[in-house]
């Protein structure tokens, strides 16, 4: 398996520090140092990464900082989440990969369960983490079915407790719809993803362990808090 990491984000509201988002620390971690430690924790080698085209210190931070890894970076200013997926499509065409964004802030035990529960959906062309911690301007929200199929995500769910957390498993059939979500002019990741549940692809959720998300100063503050916590909550 394969990782790709989402980093392409200006991060505007972050860089107040002066740093680029990636490069922001929690608890002394840079957020892209804690995701691709994640990554390695868990065997996990090749990892492409997309970054905006003025994160040269991002870029020259990683290739510094994590030598064990094979790093396939990608340099692209991207109007969306989703745009910055689809720039990574030529090195995950292959095979089933995890996918991480850059803000995500999750404990180390979350990522090895949450891929070996998604290792046994192996009908699936998605599996997505989920829970229902809340502390998100914009959570997406997701209806699952009694055997924790995904029926309904976004407004569609607007009445559901649980939400994304941040972490994907995808089969590289997701790539078939790029030239749809492309027509339909899709300016978000969420939009895609309610695009393949609507188009009958097999997403499922998996629960998993407390995340926060880092978008704004003040979610540093509740990561940092989360994990003085030992990742409790």
Do not use: W
């Amino acid at each position: 398996m394969k990782a790709a990491l989402i980093a392409a984000g200006a991060g505007e509201r972050l860089r107040a520090a002066g740093l680029p988002k990636p490069l922001v620390p929690v608890a002394g971690v840079p957020l892209i140092d804690r995701a691709l430690r994640a990554i390695l924790a868990v065997g996990i080698r090749e990892v492409a990464c997309i970054f905006n085209m003025a994160a040269d210190a991002v870029e020259a931070h990683c290739v510094r900082e994590h030598p064990q890894l094979t790093l396939r970076i990608v340099r692209r200013d991207t109007p969306s989440s989703m745009e910055s997926l689809f720039a990574l499509q030529p090195h995950l065409k292959d095979e089933t990969f995890l996918l991480l964004t850059v803000d995500a802030v999750f404990g180390p035990s979350l990522l090895p369960s949450f891929l070996g529960r998604a290792a046994q959906r192996i009908d699936a062309d998605g599996v997505l983490g989920v829970h229902d911690f809340v502390d998100d301007e914009k959570p997406l929200r997701v209806q699952l079915d009694g055997q924790q199929r995904i029926v309904r995500m976004g407004d569609d769910a607007s009445e559901s407790p649980t939400i994304t957390a941040g972490v994907y498993v995808f089969s590289p059939r997701i790539f078939d719809e790029v030239e749809a979500a492309r027509r339909e002019s899709f300016t978000a990741l969420r939009q895609f993803l309610r695009h393949l549940v609507k188009r009958s692809y097999r997403l499922y959720g998996v629960p998993v362990e407390k995340t926060v998300d880092v978008d704004r100063p003040e979610d540093v503050a509740v990561a940092e808090a989360f994990v003085a916590s030992g990742f409790a909550g």
